[in-house]
């Protein structure tokens, strides 16, 4: 079974920058596209970014030009690496596999916190 773990984030002020990553044990073809979501208290969970297979990837308007994704297919990895952090950026984030219909188990996330 494969099991998502997600590291990186943190307590930030509005302007920085942090970078996520998501390890997968077991495996994750290098096939899936894989996504970054995120779930903010009393809103439901939300796609941020998705990458192909062959690297390319896609964002949601509110982390465009903000937000870079990008995967290690040899190292069953994937990054998300995010600048100008605002506070509604806040939220615990999440990677799986994309489209979210074919998500496996869900890790416990990453907590990043954007505030002054």
């Known amino acids: 079974q494969v099991q998502l773990a997600e590291s990186g984030g943190g307590l930030v002020q509005p302007g920085g920058s942090l970078r996520l990553s998501c390890a997968a044990s077991?495996?994750?073809?290098?096939?899936?596209?894989m996504g970054w979501y995120r779930h903010a208290p009393g809103k439901q969970r939300e796609l941020v970014a998705t990458i192909t297979s062959g690297g390319n990837p896609t964002y949601a308007d509110s982390v465009k030009d903000r937000f870079t994704i990008s995967r290690d297919n040899a190292n069953n990895a994937v990054y998300l690496q995010m600048s100008s952090l605002k506070p509604e950026d806040t939220a615990v984030y999440y990677c799986?596999?994309?489209?979210?219909?074919?998500?496996?188990?869900w890790g416990q996330g990453t907590q990043v916190t954007v505030a002054s």
């Open positions: 799986n596999i994309y489209p979210q219909v074919l998500a496996t188990s």
């Open positions: 077991g495996s994750i073809s290098s096939a899936f596209a």
